[in-house]
């Protein structure tokens, strides 16, 4: 009896820890990769079938685990079934079980936790590629099993607010690109610029309007009604071939001004009427995608676009300019007016000063910090403002981690410069 039940242990073990690092690698593994081994093996038709099977697979794995471990922690309890430790019944129960549930938690930690995890961080696609016949022989025999247990992933995850994903091909390529772009190996083929602007073309699909776009309290407009020569005076101060034309405020933008279209009243005395003049302003959503974005604006051949808060009120504008420099990075335009301080600015070996508008992943990823990223604020005044739970004075400051954080420029109504001073 013994001896069969160490012979169902171990092969329960075995079988637990095959089935662990199939499921972690497939959680894990390079799209890229897997497709060269198979090709050496010349089996590449086996991919496709693997991908669109990959959710099935993953449940039937973990259900196979779950069994497998309540089999190793049978066995070891038969293995004690005879024990004779100590006289009391009860305390003798009590030390059987507490033995064989250590000894099985130790078993499978190591045979199902850390040892599959191991061989899936370093042989992801080579374990598949060697598994995926025994794992397609499973699926077939279970298929009943894992297509209902399929059916309850979408409605554990709408439970949890979780979002719901049809893992298209499309979107398992978009997560392979990101995956071979960002692989060390690649860096003989791709430099880090070239890196950069594939992600930021791929990221476009999450990133909305509202992440990107110029905030209401930036917009420089015109209000309208204007004579010809306070637009002529707002145009050369402002600097902007397109500039937003308002009445009393920016919830009522009426157009956008080309500043092109006024060379036609120049000189001439043709009556000028700015309303009229303004072309109609396209309004988008905040939560836009940039990506739609683009297309749309490419199809209206227009430039600017007003992007709306959820109560129909300006909450910022976007032009092709903003989203292009999502891709390629900062565009200079010799033509542009800049800001007298750049937006970031080196004091010292320790102690840098940023635009408060940017972002907060843009400043960690230029500047190596590890500031925090929540869904209430998106720039690094919002950080300041969420911290510090006002809109503070110039010369207030507050520590983070191993930073002093100081506000070194405010307005009435929002942090402008940000101070941050690191202690190593």
């Given amino acids: 009896m013994i001896h069969a039940a160490i012979w169902v242990l171990i092969i329960a ?37 693997f991908l669109g099977n990959s959710a099935k697979l993953m449940l039937m794995a973990g259900t196979f685990r779950a069994g497998l471990n309540l089999i190793v922690l049978l066995s070891v309890l038969s293995l004690f079934e005879h024990a004779r430790w100590v006289e009391d019944p009860v305390y003798q129960l009590l030390l059987k079980y507490a033995v064989a549930l250590a000894l099985a938690a130790g078993l499978i930690s190591v045979f199902g936790v850390a040892i599959p995890y191991s061989l899936a961080r370093h042989h992801a696609e080579r374990l598949l590629a060697r598994s995926m ?21 979408p409605i554990v995850r709408r439970v949890v607010g979780a979002e719901v994903t049809t893992g298209s091909a499309d979107e398992r390529l978009t997560e392979e690109i990101l995956s071979v772009v960002e692989d060390h190996d690649t860096e003989d083929v791709v430099d880090e610029e070239q890196k950069e602007m ?53 919830d009522d933008i009426v157009g956008i001004l ?129 911290r510090l739970g006002h809109i503070p004075a110039t010369g207030e400051n507050f520590a983070y981690e191993n930073m002093t954080i100081t506000v070194a420029a405010a307005e009435k109504t929002r942090v402008a410069r940000v101070r941050i001073e690191t202690t190593n």
């Fill in 13 to 49: 073990v075995m079988l637990s820890c095959f089935f662990a690092a199939c499921s972690s690698a497939m959680r894990t593994f390079s799209r890229a990769r897997l497709v060269d081994i198979l090709e050496e093996r010349g089996r590449t038709d086996r991919l496709e079938p």
């Fill in 133 to 153: 016949p025994i794992l397609e022989v499973c699926l077939q025999i279970f298929r009943p099993v894992a297509n209902v247990l399929h059916v309850f992933d």
């Fill in 198 to 250: 594939l992600e930021g073309v791929i990221e476009l699909r999450s990133t909305t309007a509202e992440q990107i776009m110029t905030p209401r309290t930036d917009i420089k407009g015109i209000e309208a009604p204007a004579t010809l020569e306070q637009v002529k005076d707002a145009v050369l101060d402002l600097g902007y071939s397109r500039i937003p034309v308002y009445r009393e405020n920016l």
């Fill in 258 to 386: 080309y500043a092109k279209d006024l060379i036609q009243y120049l000189g001439n005395g043709r009556t000028f009427d700015l309303e009229s003049l303004s072309r109609e302003a396209y309004m988008v959503p905040e939560s836009k995608p940039v990506g739609d974005l683009l297309t749309e604006l490419k199809a209206r051949k227009v430039h600017i676009a007003i992007v709306l808060d959820e109560y129909g009120g300006t909450a910022g504008l976007l032009t092709i300019e903003d989203i292009i420099e999502e891709i390629v990075g900062e565009i200079a335009d010799e033509y542009e007016p800049t800001d007298e301080l750049a937006s970031i600015e080196k004091i010292n070996d320790s102690t840098i000063e940023v635009d408060a508008r940017l972002r907060v992943n843009d400043v960690n990823d230029e500047l190596d910090l590890e500031l925090p990223e929540d869904d209430d604020y998106d720039t690094v005044g919002g950080f300041v403002i969420s």
